[in-house]
């Protein structure tokens, strides 16, 4: 069993940066394709960012292309978004998720494990 949990999150003003973190515990994230959504207050959790478990492709909504960037560290187990440029519409809970051997997928069910999320907001 695989525990994530996400860091990071908070108030920050249109324009700004935010980084956040999601440490991985119980399993190694070497094998597994790590994933990022987000949910707004009435809407569906949606797809934000992915790193392939192997070779470091990464994948992103248009949304937040050349906004966000997506890194993984495994020797500190550890997965981040650096989210730059923030505006309202990024104002979010954020969660990461990881897919055994995932191929990038955009659908949340294919992702096993899953953190309970942090808040940022953005404000305008």
């Known amino acids: 069993q695989m525990r994530l949990v996400e860091s990071g999150g908070g108030l920050v003003q249109a324009g700004g940066s935010l980084r956040l973190s999601c440490a991985a515990s119980?399993?190694?994230?070497?094998?597994?394709?790590m994933g990022w959504f987000r949910q707004a207050p009435g809407k569906e959790r949606e797809f934000v960012a992915a790193?392939?478990?192997?070779?470091?492709?990464?994948y992103f909504t248009d949304s937040v292309k050349g906004r966000f960037t997506i890194s993984r560290d495994n020797a500190k187990n550890t997965v981040y978004l650096q989210m730059n440029s923030l505006k309202p519409e990024d104002t979010a809970v954020y969660y990461c998720?990881?897919?055994?051997?995932?191929?990038?997928?955009?659908?949340?069910?294919?992702?096993?494990?899953w953190g309970q999320g942090t808040q940022v907001t953005v404000s305008s």
């Open positions: 790193i392939k478990w192997s070779g470091g492709r990464t």
């Open positions: 998720a990881a897919d055994y051997y995932g191929v990038g997928s955009t659908v949340r069910s294919q992702y096993e494990y």
């Open positions: 119980g399993r190694s994230l070497s094998s597994y394709t």
